[in-house]
């Protein structure tokens, strides 16, 4: 690590913190040669790889603008869509990979995205799953309503006695 003060080439760790969410290390450091301080943040690179075999770096402003734009004139908040993107980001890192597909990205994101907003999630999907006819959208909502009805608690009837 090159100092930023006298650009030498070595520096000594003084001390080593994990971030706030746990996915980062902070460093401080110190130059042996000018003795002055200097704090490092490690992260672990996470790549994208596109279809046209492009690889870019994880970008979580890219994912928050494709999920704001489903959203846009839903009842969503800044504040829903920020853990919405850590979710996906979580996800992802959690596979431990350096390199991820970016249909994968997409996948991770349709999950949290069709629980904080059904709608917005018809208008993601729409998109990435490229739905081509309304077939596709009621193929989708079928979907939608049977998960929903599968996971409603179901109502015990306690027969009725007459006094």
Do not use: N, W
Not at 39 to 62: H, Q, W, Y
Not at 133 to 144: G, Q, V
Not at 147 to 162: I, S
């Amino acid at each position: 690590m090159h100092c930023p003060f006298c650009r030498h080439t070595d520096s000594r760790v003084i001390d080593s913190r994990t971030g706030d969410d746990g996915s980062q290390i902070r460093r401080r450091r110190q130059c042996p040669e000018c003795s002055r301080r200097f704090t490092t943040i490690e992260t672990a690179s996470l790549t994208i790889l596109k279809r046209s075999g492009v690889s870019e770096p994880f970008s979580r402003s890219k994912v928050l603008v494709g999920v704001r734009k489903a959203c846009q004139g839903r009842p969503v908040t800044e504040d829903d869509l920020a853990l919405l993107v850590q979710r996906v980001e979580e996800s992802i890192r959690s596979q431990g990979s350096a390199e991820v597909d970016a249909h994968e990205v997409g996948m991770a994101i349709l999950g949290p995205l069709r629980e904080l907003d059904e709608v917005a999630y018809l208008r993601f999907a729409s998109v990435y799953q490229g739905f081509e006819s309304l077939e596709d959208f009621e193929a989708a909502i079928t979907l939608l309503r049977a998960e929903r009805d599968a996971a409603a608690p179901v109502k015990e009837t306690v027969p009725h006695r007459d006094a």
